[in-house]
């Protein structure tokens, strides 16, 4: 198998701060923020950031999240899921405000990232949406987006993070617990999406462990092959 | 750096001083983490080579590698995505007896860990001998599931986890270091979790 190495020199940014400049809770689980970072390192679509939380006595707890927002925009977009007893998103979903100011380190990550030098597949899921919808707003920006095709998975269009955003970019979407439009619930079938492979030379995949192993499979069905997948997963992290 | 408004760090009561800065207790929840898609290897195709600085170099075939004395591990795990996994349980054998085996020349400072994926990470070699690193094929008795990095991956528990390279099938040895995978995409070159050596340019 080829080696998933030889990958572009990605930036990496250090530790500084960040103000919320927008804050939106969508639902009882999603929290999306706009922050404005002190001296920022411009990012690519697809890495992350480190958020810190510190406590008076100095205790500090941190979560890594996906950047949602393109290198272009003046404020770094994070969408953040609230999960059970979440430290972080916990925090961040039921405390944080506009004017807050948050540590930050970023940006993070270059294996995970597209800018447009191939012609990419992503499957995604829930959150995993996120780092997509950076890709997705830089080939916009770019005139990039014939080298972007996206396959996001939601249960329901309220709980599918960016699903307006996605449908207008021409995604296919695919619901797994209602239907949308003649569309019957039902998660993506290799039929639906074969047409998307055609001419693919790299395929991400992002979402929860058991969306990225369906995914992954899903990808092999419709004959992508396993060493152009680049998988980015999340576990129970709150 | 600021106080975090509205912040008082609550939910750590209780938390064990095992547990390295930054990082929380995931419980039995062991978290799958890759970067790429998930290999099927057969016991009987896996082998282990060590090569590179080293005065005999050898692979050894699953039998072979059973054959030589088993090593358990018994502790904590740390990843860099900030969860641990305490009291967990591996087997396999020592890479001490490896390395007993194939004899590292004298300059031999560092090593590639290999996966059969293509996926690399680096290690000084005083990190992987002494009792410190083990190839494993067995997790809380049983074993090890491919999606953990079955059938063997490499375990370095004293270093963030992805230094544990799943589905290991080759330990370089080298006279200089050179960076692996993640090394090359911002992680840190060592992976103390003790002293929160995440990403480069960390103490």
Sequence with gaps: ?238 | MPVTRGFGGGSRRGRPERLPPGQYDTGRDWPVLTAEAQPRIAPEDWTITVDGAVERPHTWSWREAHALPGSTYFGDIHCVTTWSMLDTTFAGVSVDTLLELAGPQPEAAYVMAHSSTGYTTNLPLADVTDGKAWLVWEYDGRPLAAEHGGPVRLLVPHLYFWKSAKWVDRLELMTRDRPGFWEQNGYHDRGDPWLEQRYQGDP
């Design chain 1, 1 to 238: 198998m080829s080696a998933p190495a030889e990958a572009a020199p990605a930036p990496v940014g250090h530790w500084t701060t960040g103000t919320v400049v927008e804050l939106e809770r969508l639902g009882d689980r999603l929290v999306r923020l706009r922050l404005d970072v002190a001296d920022r390192t411009d990012h690519l679509p697809g890495q992350h950031y480190v958020l810190r939380l510190r406590a008076p006595d100095g205790y500090t707890a941190q979560r890594s999240y996906s950047v949602a927002s393109s290198p272009d925009d003046p404020l770094l977009e994070l969408m953040v899921e609230c999960l059970p007893g979440g430290e972080v998103s916990g925090h961040l979903h039921d405390v944080a405000d506009v004017g807050d100011v948050f540590e930050l380190r970023g940006p993070i990550g270059g294996w995970f990232t597209w800018s447009g030098e191939a012609t990419a597949l992503c499957v995604v899921g829930g959150t995993g949406v996120v780092p997509v919808v950076a890709m997705l707003r830089h080939a916009r920006a770019h005139g990039l987006t014939d080298r972007l095709r996206v396959v996001a998975v939601g249960r329901s269009l309220a709980e599918l993070p960016y699903a307006a955003e996605l449908i207008e970019a021409g995604a296919f979407v695919a619901l797994t617990r209602e239907n949308l439009g003649d569309r019957v619930a039902a998660p993506p079938y290799p039929e639906e999406i074969a047409a998307l492979a055609d001419g693919v030379e790299r395929a991400y995949v992002c979402g929860s462990v058991g969306f990225a192993s369906y995914a992954t499979r899903l990808l092999g069905e419709i004959g992508v092959r396993s060493d152009t997948i680049r998988i980015e997963q999340f576990g129970a992290t709150g």
